[in-house]
């Protein structure tokens, strides 16, 4: 990959057929290093969404890539509570789900808004608590059922 970035005619942010970048990809893969390259360059914009208005952080957010995440988050320059088409932030994405540790580590920003409504007007703590609605009762119906 770096062999391949070290060229002078490589596009490396041009998106596919779906507006999805080599950095949005690497963000949903989770792969560190190749996120770390590409935000290196001069021609890559972290921000940059996709058809569906979707941006890298949206992309690691979703994935639980923590990682990719934390190096985003460090950096200025990215809009860390940017809705995309239907109103989700990397928020909503991390909560619907169930990346607890990437809740947590965009909540501790300060700066990231839980009360902003995402996708059928559903705020994060909504989100949260329906999530738990379902995983409490498979959790209990697993420990309880016999071996």
Not at 1 to 19: A, F, I, Q, R
Not at 23 to 52: I, Y
Not at 129 to 139: E, F, K
């Amino acid at each position: 990959m770096k062999t391949l970035l070290e060229w002078d005619d490589v596009h490396s942010d041009k998106p596919n057929h779906e507006g999805q970048t080599p950095l949005s990809g690497a963000a949903f893969s989770g792969h560190a290093e190749v996120v770390k390259m590409l935000l290196e360059r001069d021609d890559v914009n972290p921000n940059k969404s996709d058809d569906r208005g979707a941006t890298s952080l949206h992309y690691a957010a979703s994935n639980g890539s923590t990682g990719v995440v934390q190096m985003l988050l460090e950096r200025g320059d990215i809009h860390h509570d940017k809705p995309n088409n239907q109103g989700v932030t990397p928020l909503h994405c991390a909560t619907v789900s169930g990346h607890a540790e990437v809740v947590k580590m965009l909540l501790e920003r300060g700066d990231v808004h839980p009360d902003q409504q995402g996708v059928h007007g559903r705020r994060v703590l909504q989100l949260w608590t329906q999530l738990l609605w379902l995983v409490v009762p498979l959790s209990l119906a697993y420990i309880m059922s016999p071996l």
